[in-house]
């Protein structure tokens, strides 16, 4: 099953993916995640990449697409992933489906997760994620907070925050990017008939948690 994660940034993709992941037993395969490894590892494809997402912009196709390629065919995959991150372009959207109809797969589901975007702001200024990277466990410091404050809860490291969350002008830039190249894929999934959209706000009293739990009780039916 492939399952890709739709929504601004700071809506709760990645606590949602990770929710499913775990009791469904499919990896999670967060862009965003591989990038920010690859550059505290400082590797050649970590460095090239900083050069964009320290300035809020995209990384290129050339990089990010055959990164995917390459993540969807480890045997962890083989049943299928949950895309967080991937796609944020109707190209890379197109490409994907080329990529996923060559092994004979399809998207099945896109969960499209949409927040008031003052407490979006709110949320990417108050999320903090693991300096581990082999854990990467993501906390909010009012939502969701570590049991030990600074100290991830899963593994015991250092918790931080990501450097693209504490620049106003990074963030910014980050939304108006999500508005202009990856909003318009709600509707080429709403085409296509597999786009399940929720709201989470704490105004409804609907966290991502909520939708999760949601998720894998259909998918378990
Ligand atoms: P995220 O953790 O998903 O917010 O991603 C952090 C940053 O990584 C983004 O702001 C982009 O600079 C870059 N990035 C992640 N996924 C992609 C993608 N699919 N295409 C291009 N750049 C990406």
Redesign the pocket.
């Known amino acids: 099953m492939i399952i890709i994660m739709l929504g601004a940034?700071g809506t709760g993709k990645?606590t949602v993916a990770g929710l499913i992941s775990e009791e469904i037993g499919i990896p999670q395969i967060?862009?965003?995640?591989i990038?920010?490894k690859n550059i505290s590892e400082k590797s050649a494809l970590g460095i090239e990449?900083d050069k964009?997402?320290s300035k809020?912009?995209?990384?290129?196709?050339e990089i990010?697409v055959p990164m995917?390629d390459d993540r969807l065919k480890w045997e962890d995959a083989k049943d299928g992933a949950i895309l967080?991150?991937?796609?944020?372009?109707i190209e890379?959207a197109e490409k994907l489906d080329e990529i996923l109809s060559k092994n004979g797969k399809k998207v099945d589901l896109v969960i499209n997760l949409v927040t008031p975007k003052d407490e979006i702001i709110d949320r990417m200024l108050t999320r903090r994620v693991c300096t581990n990277q082999d854990c990467k466990a993501t906390y909010n410091i009012k939502l969701h907070p570590p049991k030990k404050e600074g100290i991830c809860d899963k593994c015991g490291a250092v918790l931080k925050q990501r450097e693209?969350d504490s620049d106003p002008e990074a963030i910014k830039k980050?939304l108006e990017i999500y508005e202009e190249k990856t909003s318009p894929l709600v509707e080429y999934y709403k085409n296509k008939g597999i786009l399940r959209t929720e709201t989470i706000s704490m105004s409804i009293n609907r966290m991502g948690t909520d939708v999760a739990k949601e998720v894998i009780g259909e998918i378990k039916k």
Do not use: E, K
Request: charged share 25%; net charge negative.
């Open positions: 940034q990645g967060s862009t965003g995640d990038f920010r990449a964009y997402i809020g912009n995209l990384v290129p196709d990010t995917v967080d991150g991937f796609p944020r372009t890379q693209d980050r």
